[in-house]
């Protein structure tokens, strides 16, 4: 079974920046798309941002022109630079490898998840 591992998390002030990475223990980022996900206090797990394998990225709207999803294959890493944080960013965040639905949707591709990085963002 694949463990991702996520770290970077942490509590910062509005306008800051943190920078996220996760970890798989099989290097499942060659032949998937990537994703973070969130989940703030009271709220479903969201994906915020993806990465498919040819780079190309999708980010919700909330998020765009502040946070950076990235890959490395050759790590087995995918980071998520985040910039301009607001309390609004509050939330714990997941990576998943990522499957494409019928729709063209984006879904989680393991039922399992991470224990997730903490991000608080607060004065």
């Known amino acids: 079974q694949v463990q991702l591992v996520e770290s970077g998390g942490g509590q910062v002030q509005p306008g800051g920046s943190l920078r996220l990475v996760c970890e798989a223990s099989?290097?499942?980022?060659?032949?998937?798309?990537m994703g973070w996900f969130r989940q703030g206090p009271g709220e479903e797990r969201q994906l915020v941002a993806a990465?498919?394998?040819?780079?190309?990225?999708n980010y919700i709207r909330s998020v765009k022109g502040r946070f950076t999803i990235s890959r490395d294959n050759a790590k087995s890493t995918v980071y998520l630079q985040m910039d301009n944080l607001g309390p609004e960013d509050t939330a714990v965040y997941y990576c998943?490898?990522?499957?494409?639905?019928?729709?063209?949707?984006?879904?989680?591709?393991?039922?399992?998840w991470g224990q997730g990085t903490q991000v608080t963002v607060s004065t």
């Open positions: 990465i498919a394998t040819d780079g190309k990225t």
């Open positions: 099989e290097n499942i980022f060659r032949i998937n798309p």
């Open positions: 998943n490898a990522l499957k494409i639905l019928y729709s063209g949707a984006y879904a989680p591709l393991y039922d399992s």
